[in-house]
């Protein structure tokens, strides 16, 4: 079975820095691109950060490049997401997803709060 | 603001059929044959209803399904249930600098 669980999540001050993490299991991890997907309360979905099998390229939305980093571990099965220099609209529930090839999403983890607030 | 426009909201009785637009450009919709949609409930994760605009995961029911004309997408759901109730997205490979974009989401209403 498929499972992605994510971790790291919390209350942290404006400017402050976060790491949250992704475990998988049930499936090839490293043959597989991964993404960080975001939902702010009562809000939409955004897609914040995709890496590649080996980690080799990665692509992140506008509003995050230059304070969020995505990075993998492939030995352990895990995916990660450096957040610096945090900003209130950064307050969302963080999902970590396997992709398909087709830019779709077919496993979601149940996702980890980030509350950036002083 | 999304990128992609779907409706805020739709309603439809048990056993009806609804339809969910998902408007973008040639950018990502019209030019390119992945879109997805999603299905959330509140508190829940999101979860993978078509991928390649009409394609289902296996164990996704037949009531669903897909289809696009030009840079408008679609997600009919036929025999509403009251399971159906939720959130719906559609998402789409874009060529903007961002990567994947998604729709503002719909709420269905099961009357």
């Known amino acids: 079975e498929v499972q992605l669980v994510e971790s790291g999540g919390g209350l942290v001050q404006p400017g402050g820095s976060l790491r949250l993490s992704c475990a998988a299991s049930?499936?090839?991890?490293?043959?597989?691109?991964v993404t960080w997907v975001r939902q702010a309360p009562g809000k939409g979905l955004e897609w914040v950060a995709n890496?590649?099998?080996?980690?080799?390229?990665?692509y992140y939305v506008d509003s995050v490049k230059g304070r969020f980093t995505i990075s993998r571990d492939n030995a352990k099965n895990s995916l990660f997401l450096q957040m610096n220099s945090l900003r209130a609209e950064d307050t969302a529930v963080y999902y970590c997803?396997?992709?398909?090839?087709?830019?779709?999403?077919?496993?979601w983890g149940q996702g980890t709060l980030v509350t950036v607030s002083s | 603001q999304s990128a992609l426009t779907q409706p805020a909201s739709v309603s439809g009785s048990p056993g009806q059929s609804i339809t969910i637009s998902c408007t973008g450009t040639s950018s990502d919709v019209g030019g390119y044959n992945y879109v997805s949609w999603y299905q959330q409930h509140p508190g829940k994760a999101p979860k993978l209803l078509i991928y390649?605009?009409?394609n289902r995961p296996s164990g996704v029911s037949n009531r669903f399904s897909g289809s696009k004309s030009d840079n408008t997408a679609s997600l009919t759901i036929s025999g509403l249930q009251a399971e159906d109730e939720a959130d719906y997205y559609c998402s789409s490979y874009s060529t903007t600098s961002t990567l994947v974009v998604f729709g503002g989401g719909t709420k269905l209403t099961v009357l």
């Open positions: 997803a396997r992709r398909r090839g087709s830019y779709c999403f077919d496993y």
């Open positions: 890496i590649k099998q080996d980690g080799s390229e990665m």
């Open positions: 390649e605009v009409s």
């Open positions: 049930g499936f090839t991890f490293s043959s597989y691109w």
